[in-house]
């Protein structure tokens, strides 16, 4: 499988001297779907702005499906489609015209433009809007008319900037399985957000960056692995005022109906519940406190910090 | 590079140019009751106050009925005012609302977009040209002495402020900054620059100042064009817009390669 994208020892320092990328370097495969986290600030923006050419990198290379940064970009263009975090058109224009506009500053003639700018709204369910000027759509058809409209030139690398930011769970998990249909058809996504459950569940690797620099790149699946604590929530059926002795497990009442326990991956749950069966305790439901990959998301982002304050 | 490759950068472009232009087009037509009306309006009003009213008064100018001394230098004052007018609010609008990056991530060479939007702004200032010059015939007879000169001094006109235009919005940070140098120094060049009279009426000092005023030179071409007479000489008119329309373009294609305003 050949590589999508290439960054090589990438660096960003603006002009008010603020260096937000210290020399990255990342590699997506093709077809891939990948996550790119981090906190606020960390870089991710400023990653996805030099790919675009909207910020323009201080040292270091972009590579594109073969194509580079500096000597081809028109045709790393080509191969790119991206869906910005904030809304970035004429707010006066149709939906439909704006995404044939944009169709033909890829070439793309007319009649192709409309057929494909028909085809992808009626996809992501905008089509009886087409016609409605672009301001008078709602925060999550407007995010579904950038997608549109970065799909119109039939890219072969999406970039996604946190494009479920404000969208309704409805239709957020509609757009999940839009984007993991794109994914099938071979387009490689690299995706940003702060929703983690929606990284875990959509992409397959993960870097995450933070103050500029990667601190984890690795498939999804091993870093779970690294995970070595799950905090559970219990629901219990009847009222405790102690927490109950747990041999191996630390526990802890959050209220008279809700049991906090950490479990080590090693340990299991079987375990933990054969313990409280035998002190009587019955547990109506169980449930994750947080989503897994949030748990590790904040502990390497702590460690980084703990670092970097060091 | 094969030739296959370059015909379909070329072809590319050119879509992408016409998509410039419609949309550019599209724009202006839509907002009409503020492009098109009210520069008809302001020079109609021109037409009876100036021309009517007060140019009874005045007698002959160059030979020439005070309306239709002053026609030619209406019409390219609203050529002038229109052509830059639409390339500054359109591309600061573009920035303001950041739809200018669907074109900067776009695969689009900075010559077609600046060339797009200098079209735009030449359409448009030949637009409400033309529609002066039709309003212009309900108070005068307009006759056109030298059709080749006349078009291309109003197309070389329109397009040197479109240019303009385009440099002020890559600059403009507010709103406001795009009003200042329509305000400041366009209107006070447009109106110094001989439209309402003939720079023979001043003094030999303020005549030599004049002609350092480039609408000066594009006025008087333009009513060359249409009656044959004219403060300057052609020639140097011609010239000077022909090397004005070189550098700006120049200045407006460095200021895109290098994203000012647009990149960070």
């Not at chain 1, 900037?161 to 839009?178: C, Y």
């Not at chain 2, 949309?23 to 309006?41: D, H, S, V, Y």
């Not at chain 2, 739809?99 to 200032?125: A, F």
Request: hydrophobic share 45%; glycine share 8%.
């Amino acid at each position: 499988m050949s590589t999508a994208l290439s960054i090589r020892q990438l660096t960003k320092t603006y002009g008010n001297g603020f260096q937000a990328l210290h020399g990255i370097d990342l590699d997506v495969a093709e077809g891939d779907f990948y996550a790119l986290l981090g906190p606020n600030g960390a870089g991710k923006s400023t990653t996805i702005g030099i790919l675009s050419t909207l910020v323009t990198k201080s040292s270091g290379s972009v590579n594109v499906f073969g194509h580079d940064l500096d000597k081809q970009p028109s045709a790393l263009k080509r191969c790119l489609g991206v869906v910005p975090q904030e809304f970035n058109f004429n707010q006066f224009e149709k939906a439909f015209d704006i995404v044939v506009t944009q169709a033909g500053y890829y070439g793309i003639p007319a009649k192709i433009a409309k057929a494909r700018a028909e085809q992808y709204l009626t996809q992501l369910g905008l089509w009886d809007k087409h016609n409605v000027p672009s301001r008078e759509l709602s925060g999550g058809m407007k995010r579904r008319l950038m997608i549109a409209r970065a799909l119109v030139h039939e890219p072969r690398l999406l970039i996604l900037d946190e494009p479920t930011a404000g969208v309704d769970i409805e239709l957020r998990r509609s757009m999940w399985s839009f984007l993991t249909e794109l994914n099938q058809q071979g387009i490689t996504i690299i995706l940003t957000t702060h929703y983690l459950e929606e990284a875990e569940q959509l992409c397959r690797n993960i870097g995450i960056i933070d103050h500029g620099r990667i601190v984890q790149n690795t498939s999804m699946k091993d870093l779970l692995k690294t995970l070595h604590v799950e905090t559970f929530l219990l629901d219990l059926k009847e009222s405790l005022l102690v927490p109950p002795q747990l041999l191996g497990y630390a526990a802890q009442l959050l209220d008279h109906h809700t049991l906090e326990v950490q479990v080590d991956k090693n340990q299991g749950i079987t375990e933990l519940f054969r313990q409280l069966a035998l002190q009587n305790i019955e547990v109506l439901s169980l449930r994750n406190k947080t989503n897994r990959l949030e748990e590790l998301f904040v502990s390497l982002v702590e460690k980084n910090l703990a670092g970097a304050v060091v | 590079m094969s030739s296959n490759y370059l015909n379909s950068e070329l072809a590319a472009n050119m879509v992408a140019l016409r998509t410039i232009v419609y949309r550019e087009i599209r724009r202006f037509t839509r907002i009409w009751p503020q492009t098109l009306l009210p520069p008809a309006i302001t020079m109609v009003l021109y037409f009876v106050i100036f021309g009517n009213l007060i140019g009874r008064q005045i007698g002959d100018m160059g030979g020439f009925t005070y309306m239709e001394y002053i026609v030619p230098g209406l019409i390219m004052m609203s050529v002038i005012t229109n052509s830059y007018g639409n390339v500054v609010s359109s591309f600061f609008g573009s920035k303001f609302q950041r739809s200018i990056e669907e074109l900067m991530v776009s695969p689009v060479s900075p010559h077609i977009i600046l060339t797009g939007y200098v079209t735009g702004g030449v359409l448009r200032g030949l637009a409400v040209g033309f529609i002066v010059t039709m309003l212009s015939m309900f108070f005068t007879k307009l006759q056109v002495h030298h059709l080749g000169v006349t078009v291309l001094v109003v197309l070389l006109t329109a397009t040197i402020f479109a240019l303009g235009g385009f440099i002020n919005a890559v600059f403009a940070r507010n709103f406001d900054d795009i009003s200042i140098i329509p305000t400041f120094v366009l209107t006070p060049l447009t109106y110094l620059g001989g439209v309402f009279y003939s720079i023979n009426l001043l003094p030999p000092f303020w005549q030599t100042v004049s002609l350092v005023n480039p609408v000066l030179h594009m006025v008087n071409a333009f009513r060359y064009g249409i009656l044959g007479v004219s403060d300057i000489r052609i020639g140097v008119a011609i010239s000077f817009m022909l090397v004005a329309t070189a550098v700006l373009y120049g200045v407006c294609i460095r200021l895109l390669v290098s994203g000012r305003g647009m990149r960070q």
